[in-house]
């Protein structure tokens, strides 16, 4: 009972740490507290260990304890541990790569709702990849990681609606969810914008406003955008 009183407190200082208002060396700080906190099977220090040693966070990077810790998490319920085991399993980190262990694991963490794992799952659903293409439950997927404000997975909604993957064609719906992700900083989603307002796809056909999406692309550093920009701004001095 003392000992896992001791790592429960461990695991409280670590989150502290590195959650906290002062992150000067907080990673390194919070190690130590994690092994700790690991040592008395709590699945959540496992994880954030794991994740020190898989990317060597203030730590020498150890990909084969970062695994094993991740499935002792995994294994205990641990959504966002499954996703990285999942990971792990799919791109060979830390073991043998093996894409079925992988869909399985990735499946368990979508199941427990973690938006990484969703994502991650409906690019293998829209590729084929270990499981059959099924673009629907792609849908199904990136709308539930959507949903919680993962960028990734807002802008391939935006995709499937602009596209029709999986669902109804819906420009309005593409737009909506182009637009949450274009606030966060993606000039990709802000370059999809200006070409709804060049053709008039789900919004009235403004080459001003084209242009304005065009130049926010450009800033947020989306590639391939100075030609637009320069075309757009040729059109209009000429009117």
């Known amino acids: 009972m003392a000992r896992k009183k001791q790592s429960y407190t461990a695991y409280r200082q670590a989150m502290t740490l ?3 208002k002062n992150q000067r060396n907080a990673r390194r700080r919070a190690n130590p507290l994690l092994e700790i906190a690991a040592a008395g099977s709590i699945p959540a220090a496992e994880y954030h260990l794991a994740e020190s040693l898989e990317y060597g966070l203030e ?3 150890n990909p084969k304890r970062a695994f094993q810790l991740y499935r002792r998490a995994a294994a205990a319920g641990y959504p966002p541990a499954q996703y990285s085991l999942g990971v792990c399993l799919f791109k060979g980190i830390g073991v043998r790569k093996n894409l079925s262990q992988a869909v399985e694991w990735l499946r368990k963490g979508a199941k427990g709702g973690n938006s990484y794992a969703q994502y991650s799952l409906a690019k293998l659903f829209q590729n084929g990849i270990g499981v059959k293409q099924d673009n629907r439950k792609a849908f199904r997927l990136l709308l539930s990681s959507a949903k919680q404000a993962m960028p990734d997975a807002q802008y391939e909604l935006g995709r499937c609606y602009a596209l029709g993957l999986g669902t109804k064609q819906d420009w309005r719906c593409a737009l909506r969810w182009y637009r949450k992700v274009a606030k966060k900083g993606d000039g ?6 200006g070409a709804a307002y060049e053709e008039g796809d789900g919004v009235v056909k403004s080459t001003k406003r084209a242009l304005a999406w065009y130049r926010k692309a450009l800033a947020l550093g989306a590639k391939d955008v100075q030609f637009e920009v320069d ?9």
């Open 231 to 239: 075309r757009l701004t040729r059109q209009l001095l000429r009117h």
């Open 18 to 20: 590195l959650y906290g």
């Open 59 to 61: 730590t020498r990077a």
């Open 188 to 193: 990709e989603a802000a370059f999809n914008i």
